[in-house]
């Protein structure tokens, strides 16, 4: 074995042209650190400080595929080391990026465990992109893997390798950047309503927010979201028990067939009398009017629970045609936990039936932003006191309204992802990756589900 000297010129590999419609050759060479003397031909072995660079060397008993695996091995918690490769890009081209690892007795993967791509205009650094896919291969090993698009100008790109602060070993084997097809748009059209139903009957109720999802489903919304408790407001019904208040409901029945004539997702509050047993609850009927999921409010104020609900204790994300969502019911929304949990778990837009806050003016604008913002997702929001809004993941107004029975919607984009420049990461960043890679689990414990890694999530991992 041998310690890594720090270097800090980059040797750029040359690589073989290509053009836009090319080939998927890799471009990155001895991909699988099989041509090696006492350091892997065409790779970098560096470190921010010489002293606390791992040992690295060569494993030719441990290998995915070929007759070896770089491995890097540490008895200092402070380690930090790297295996970097530069080679020729096409900025605004597509590429897929692949890289095996696997790791012994490293006690967090999205602490210690980083792969980076970092976008280069000649020397000048334009940007950078985390590789934060990742799931669980054969043989113990995992893969980590993403398609990524070189930001315009880029004419190269920086493959980093990292093993950080941890004791442990790293193998890793089969590194590849191949040029791929462009990652098309997953556009979904989403809708939500604002409406404080008039009563003073629940059938008065049902009529208006019928004909408000029969406008959605005219219109080609694919998933519109309803607010919290609506068949009994200005009823005096409230959360007591009544047919409309249960899941086979008059209410229910309505959204069911509504769902189904327009093969439209319907995400809406009810109150849910099972038995003696009273949930404040959202319900999700699929496009076949069939109700897919039901979200139990999990944060009760004392009014609810006074009036005899009680909590869910499950935070879950719901898989759609379209991707993956979550669904939070009004004071939910004020504990950064509960969608920190679904977007964790890999929700890319979060619905939420809620009544208001009143704690303050548009205090439910600046909490609804401040969600879609912290977790990279959309949020869409069906609320009574204040504006409905369909929020996108820069924490974007895309549409809002304050005005009684009325229907907003927007086509979005589930690829979207803000490119910000950071304070501290030199050039901008992809935000769904930076949180997620950046994100101490390690430090902060278990929050709703725990991955794999026996953490609390970095990464967002496609077996979560």
């Keep these: 074995m041998k ?3 720090l270097y800090f010129q980059i040797v750029i590999t040359a690589c073989l042209c290509f053009s836009n419609s090319a080939s998927s050759e890799n471009l990155v060479l001895n991909a699988g650190f099989e041509n090696s003397g006492s350091e892997p031909t065409h790779w970098v072995l560096t470190g921010p400080v010489a002293s ?5 060397s060569f494993d030719h008993l ?9 491995k890097m091995e540490s008895t200092n918690i402070n380690c930090h080391g790297r295996a970097v490769q530069v080679v020729k890009v096409t900025g605004g081209l597509t590429y897929l990026f692949n890289a095996r690892f696997i790791t012994k007795e490293v006690a967090s993967i999205d602490k210690s465990v980083m792969i980076r791509i970092k976008w280069l205009k000649g020397d000048e650094n334009i940007g950078y992109h985390y590789i934060v896919d990742i799931e669980d291969e054969s043989k113990g090993w995992s893969l980590a893997s993403d398609k990524i698009k070189a930001l315009p100008g880029a004419t190269a790109a920086e493959i980093s390798l990292e093993f950080r602060w941890s004791t442990g070993t790293v193998w890793w084997d089969d590194i590849g950047l ?3 097809a462009d990652i098309p748009p997953r556009n979904v059209k989403v809708g939500t309503v604002y409406c404080r139903p008039p009563g003073p009957t629940v059938e008065k109720n049902i009529a208006v927010m019928s004909e408000l999802l029969d406008k959605a489903g005219q219109a080609g919304c694919q998933m519109i979201c309803l607010p919290e408790g609506w068949p009994t407001n200005n009823t005096g019904i409230g959360m007591q028990q009544h047919e409309v208040n249960t899941l086979e409901g008059s209410a229910s029945q309505m959204m069911a067939l509504k769902a189904k004539q327009y093969g439209m997702y319907i995400i809406s509050g009810l109150y849910s009398w099972i038995g003696d047993t009273l949930n404040n609850v959202a319900a999700l009927y699929n496009r076949q009017g069939v109700i897919q ?3 139990k409010k999990v944060q009760l104020p004392d009014s609810e629970a006074q ?3 009680v909590p869910g204790n499950e935070l879950p994300v719901f898989t759609t045609d379209f991707g993956t969502i979550g669904i939070l019911i009004c004071w939910d929304y004020a504990f950064p936990e509960v969608a920190r949990a679904m977007a964790l778990q890999g929700a890319e837009i979060l619905f939420c039936p809620i009544a208001g806050d009143v704690r303050g003016t548009d205090m439910w604008k600046v909490i609804s932003r401040s969600r879609a913002v912290d977790n990279a997702v959309y949020f869409v929001n069906a609320i009574y006191d204040g504006h409905s809004m369909i929020i996108n993941p820069a924490g974007e107004v895309l549409q809002e309204t304050g005005t009684q029975n009325s229907l907003i919607m927007s086509t979005i984009d589930l690829n979207f992802s803000p490119p910000w420049d950071w304070v501290g990461n030199a050039g901008r960043g992809d935000w769904k990756g930076v949180w997620r890679k950046d ?8 929050i709703g589900v725990q991955n794999a890694s026996g953490g609390d999530g970095g990464p967002v991992s496609k077996n979560k």
Excluded: K, N, Q, W
């Design 62 to 70: 441990h290998a995915f595929s070929g007759s070896s695996a770089l």
């Design 178 to 180: 191949e040029v791929c």
């Design 439 to 446: 994100r101490r689990g390690d430090v902060f414990g278990g």
């Design 293 to 295: 999921a039901i979200y």
């Design 307 to 309: 009036s005899g609900a």
């Design 3 to 5: 310690r890594s000297t």
């Design 52 to 56: 606390m660079v791992p040992i690295i």
